[in-house]
Structure formats: C-alpha cells, structure tokens
C-alpha cells in the first residue's frame, strides 16, 4: 500500500561491458546457426542442382550445371510411370486417411468423454498396440491378406486403416480430454445425446487435432515405404511413388540426373503440403511430445 | 418411514431403477458401437498376428504347403547356428547406440540455439524441420548420391580441401556412419518438440536461479534439462523404438548403392545388407527370410523374439526414468 511499491518499476540499463558480452553471444550464436542451416539446406541444393545437370556432367566433379538441362523433368515423366505411380499413392493416401478418420474419432471419444467400465483398461490396451513394433505383426497378416487372395494390390494396405489407428486414436484422445465439460454439459441440456454431440460439439472443437492427424496420416502413407514394398512389389501396376522412386534407378541404369529430378518431384508435394499447412504441423508436432 | 409412505413409494422406485438400468443399457451399447471398429482393429490387426507368429514361429512354413510342427527347431536355429544373425543384432544395436543419443543431442543443441535466436527464428526452424519432411526413399537416394565415393558433392568438396574422403556407402566401415548422418538430417520432428519445451521452462526458475547464483552452464543443468527431462524419455523411447524397426533406410541405400557398384542394377542377386552386411539390421534380415525366401516360420521366431526385446527395453527405459525424470506437480 505504500506509494513506492505502486511506482513501476524501471529497468536499469546493464553496464556497456555485459552489453557487449550479450552482443558478442547473440553474433555466436547466429553465426553457429547460419552454418548449421547451410549444412541443412546443402543436400536440397545438390538435388536441385543435379537434378539441372547433363548425364555426363553429374558423373563430372562440377558442382554448377552448365547449360541447364530443364529437359530433365520432362524426361522423367517419358521413362517412367510417374502418373500411375502417383495416382496410385493418392488412392493409397486418401482412403487410408479418410479411414483413420472415420474410425479414430469415435474411439477417441469414447475413451476421453464417456464414463464406463473398463474404460482405462481399453485406453491400456491402445498404448501397449502404440508401443509395439508394427515389425512383430508383418508376417501372419501377410499370410491372412495371402490367403485371401489380396496380395499384390493397395487393399492390404488401406484396410486396417479403417478399424483405428493407436496413434491417432491416442492424439485426438489426449486433445479430447483437454475441451472443457461444460461445453457438453451445455448441448445435454440443450437435449443432444451422445452422438449429436459427437458430430457437432467435439468434432468442431478438436479441429487441431483432427487436422494433426489427418496431416500426419497423409504423410506416413506418401512416405510409406515397408508395407508396399512387402505387398505390391511383385506387382509394378501398383507400386507407389516411393516403391518407384527406390527402383527408378534400376530401371535406368546409373544416370543421376534423372534420379535427381524424380527424387525432386517425390519431396515436392509434402514440401507443399507443409508449406500450406505449417502452423497445423507445428502444432501436432508438439502436441504428440508436450501433451504425451 | 409409515408403512403407507414405503408401499406407495415402492413402485415408484422400481421404475427409477428400470430406466436407471435402461439408460445403462443404452450408455454401454453406445459405448460399443464407438468402439466397435478398434475392437475389430485390435483382435484382427493385433491380437490375431500376435498368437499366430508364436504358432508359427514353431513351424516351417512356405505359404505353399501348410505349416509343418516342428517344436523349437526354429529357436535352435536362431540362437545357435545362424551366422548371419549375430552381424543383424550387432548392427542394430550399433545404429540405436550411436543415433538416439546423437539425435537427442542435436536435437538439444539446435533447439537450444534457435530458442535464443532474437531474429530470423521462424526461418531458421522451417530449414532446420523441412528434411525431416523428405520422404525417407527420396532423402536415402539424396544421400548416396551426395555421398558417392567418386563424384559426390561432398567428396568434391573435401578433396578440393584437400581431404580424401571415405568410401561412405561403399564401404563397410563408413555405410553405418553415412546412415547417421541422413538420421541427423532429418532429425527435426525430435528438434520443434525439444524447441517447444525449452520454450515452454518458466521463466522465473531461471531468475530464481540466477539469484542464487547459477552460471548459464549450471541453469542448463538444473533448471533446463530437469524440466524438459519428460520430452528427453519421450525422444529416447520413440527413437529406440524407431531403431528397432530401422528398415527403409538401410534397404534402399544398400539397394541403390550395390546397383552403383556392379553399374548392372540387377534385381536377382541379394543386395540386402551392402556392403558385406554391413547395413543388414534385424528387421532387413526378418524381411530377406520371410518376404525373399518364405521361411515364414524363421521369420516369425525372429518376430517373437523383436516382440519381446521391443517389450522388455521399453519398459526398462521407462521404469528407470523415474530416477532423472522430472515431472512438474508430480508427488514422485
């Protein structure tokens, strides 16, 4: 209550010796940072580069291509089934993703906002299927998908993804559990059952979420690589990007250019996809560490 | 209570009870219906895989004639006369040894500097997270390329410096190295949840800390990393994991790398592990027995065998990381 505690307090300017300390620390530090982002960006700008190249010049120990060889991105797509393959990883991709959707959502609902028995048990259950090594299960549903006849297709890839997803069920759980009772409570005066609320209340409030998976979704099945190697390799009318990509070269003998380009196209759309997107990644990203 | 009161409130209750009961019923059927499809998810994608690898694991099967009892002949095998096991466990634990604690450093280090960066840090977090985007595939090809013993970039570069550089993927000694490298580079899913959580250290423990004294050494060491200690298991866990399943990686650089050297490419002879098994980890080795030659029964012993050391060093790393782990508000 006395009048000097009331006075703001004013911040006393440091002495020119720890200014210039703290000056000295913030060029190191910038400095340390700058060559650590040039070591980052360096094997983006190889890519480019060869990717630009002649054949013989990316064979050469020049560094700068010279002429530029835009050809290459066109010939990409005359030696190899860029198209297919692409299509086939969008049909891959979508469906996988609408499938976690569809069935991580209402799981995670019932294990965040619903009381019942056993619930802690079943939430138990989803972090022992997270933990685990998706390895350890790869060779009996081989011979199940084998056995019905589904081998060498997209199938087996894309139907697990429609009976729920451990990791995302457990990211929009964890969010779930975060949205305020009394927005429910609200819409359960107001007469919404369970479901109602579900599809309205809960899917528009845990939209970050929402979009953290579909996003991390999308992008573990662009980037998959394990599973259609083990169930379309024998079969190129189905082979994804990255299957393509990792024979592209075997398919075309040693010419590094090429390569290059195809590898450059394979980045770009998930470069896209995060540039578009990147406040959502940012936050999905911390939200499967901080909030784990 | 009067007699007349308990009979007249009698069935009133029963009915209460019923609807209780109704609602109950109702409340577990909803439940049921939400959780139907990670019920089927679970037994058929889970449950289902986890009995029959340890059925199978004690049978040869082909996926041609039906599996054949053979008891623990498999095990045998594995523990005893395989020569090339041995080489799969002693890679990967080389690749979770060197990498995870590499990663986790890195991580540190690079989001240690962008939380003090005054300017430009939003620039700086996009370069150093867009290589964790690169699909791995693209990112491995990228690698042997840049790496190329003879007219790679960066042994240009060193040359020109006057270096010679290694053999990288061409050699058995420096192929595991060049793999780490590529998981340093895209080491930045670990670097924006280490960035998060320096970020997220409360400000007044390090006033509080600087009171009494502390250097910026000595606040790292109490006031950062105890509170971030949390994120650090969670890197740990994730990264042994990953390690355990490092698969992708190891198979194209061996794939693309071993086509280089034979300028062939050709697809008939078994290039996994090149050079001299150097980049065969466990799960390339699972692979090459179960989806190269059909031992489904072989395989599925090594599977057991992953399931378990998986299961048991989890839980290791976990119920030992009580003893550095700091969790805020907790009562330990």
Not at chain 1, 160 to 168: H, I, L, R, T
Not at chain 1, 195 to 224: C, G, H, Q, W
Not at chain 2, 301 to 326: D, G
Request: proline share 6%.
């Amino acid at each position: 209550m006395t009048v000097a505690a009331a006075q703001p307090l004013v911040r006393r300017r440091p002495p020119a010796a720890v200014r210039r300390k703290r000056f000295l620390l913030a060029v190191a530090n910038h400095s340390l940072l700058i060559v650590a982002a040039a070591m980052f960006l360096a094997p983006f700008i190889f890519i480019v580069l060869t990717s630009l190249m002649t054949n013989t010049q990316a064979l050469s120990s020049h560094l700068w291509p010279s002429p530029f060889r835009w050809e290459n991105f066109v010939d990409v797509f005359r030696q190899a089934p860029i198209w297919r393959w692409a299509l086939n990883t969008m049909i891959y991709s979508v469906l996988a993703t609408l499938g976690v959707l569809v069935s991580s959502i209402p799981v995670a609902y019932a294990l965040s906002r619903i009381r019942w028995r056993g619930r802690n048990f079943a939430f138990g259950l989803v972090l022992i299927a997270l933990m685990l090594p998706p390895v350890v299960s790869v060779v009996p549903l081989y011979v199940m998908w084998a056995k019905l006849h589904l081998v060498g297709g997209l199938a087996p890839l894309i139907i697990p993804n429609w009976f729920g997803d451990a990791f995302s069920i457990f990211l929009l759980r964890q969010f779930m559990l975060t949205i305020p009772e009394e927005y429910l409570d609200a819409a359960r005066v107001d007469g919404c059952g369970e479901l109602r609320i579900l599809a309205t209340v809960v899917l528009r409030l845990a939209k970050p979420a929402i979009a953290a998976v579909a996003l991390f979704s999308f992008l573990y099945t662009f980037n998959d690589f394990f599973l259609p190697l083990l169930y379309t390799r024998e079969n190129p009318d189905w082979w994804p990007l990255q299957i393509g990509l990792s024979e592209f070269r075997s398919l075309h003998q040693v010419q590094w250019n090429l390569t290059m380009a195809a590898t450059l196209l394979v980045m770009a759309p998930v470069i896209v996809v995060f540039f578009l997107a990147q406040k959502a990644f940012v936050e999905g990203v911390t939200l499967t560490g901080v909030k784990g | 209570m009067t007699e007349a009161a308990a009979t007249a409130a009698a069935p009133f209750t029963a009915e209460r009870k019923r609807a209780r009961r109704r609602a109950a019923w109702r409340r577990r059927r909803l439940v049921l219906l939400l959780m139907s499809p990670w019920l089927v998810g679970f037994s058929v994608f889970f449950g289902y895989p986890l009995v029959m690898s340890v059925y199978l694991s004690f049978t040869h099967y082909d996926l041609l004639s039906s599996p054949k009892w053979i008891g623990l002949a498999n095990y045998k095998y594995l523990f005893r006369d395989d020569p090339q096991v041995g080489q799969a466990v002693k890679n990967t634990i080389w690749i979770i040894v060197v990498m995870v604690p590499l990663q986790v450093l890195f991580a540190f280090g690079v989001a240690m500097m962008l939380a003090r960066a005054k300017r430009g840090g939003g620039f700086f977090r996009t370069v150093f997270y867009l290589p964790a985007l690169a699909p791995p595939v693209a990112a491995t090809l990228a690698f042997v390329y840049i790496l190329n013993p003879a007219t790679g970039p960066v042994n240009i570069i060193l040359s020109h410096l006057g270096i010679e550089g290694p053999l990288w993927f061409q050699s058995p000694g420096w192929s595991k190295p060049s793999l780490v490298l590529l998981g340093l580079w895209g080491v930045g899913n670990v670097m924006i949840i280490f960035l998060a959580a320096v970020l997220d250290v409360p400000q007044h423990l390090y006033e509080s800390a600087e009171l009494d004294g502390a250097g910026p050494l000595q606040r790292m060491r109490w006031v950062t990393l105890p509170t971030i200690s949390p994120v650090i298991l969670f890197s740990v866990v994730i990264g042994v994991i990953a390690g355990m399943q490092y698969f992708t990686q190891a198979y194209v650089a061996s794939n693309v790398a071993s086509g280089q050297a034979s300028q062939a490419g050709d697809q008939t002879v078994n290039n996994l592990g090149y050079p001299e098994g150097s980049t065969l980890f466990y799960p390339v080795f699972l692979y090459q027995h179960g989806f190269r030659e059909f031992n489904m029964g072989y395989a599925s012993a090594l599977s057991v065998l992953l399931l378990v050391v998986a299961f048991s060093v989890t839980l290791f790393i976990i119920v030992n990381s009580r003893r550095w782990v700091h969790y805020a508000g907790a009562v330990k």
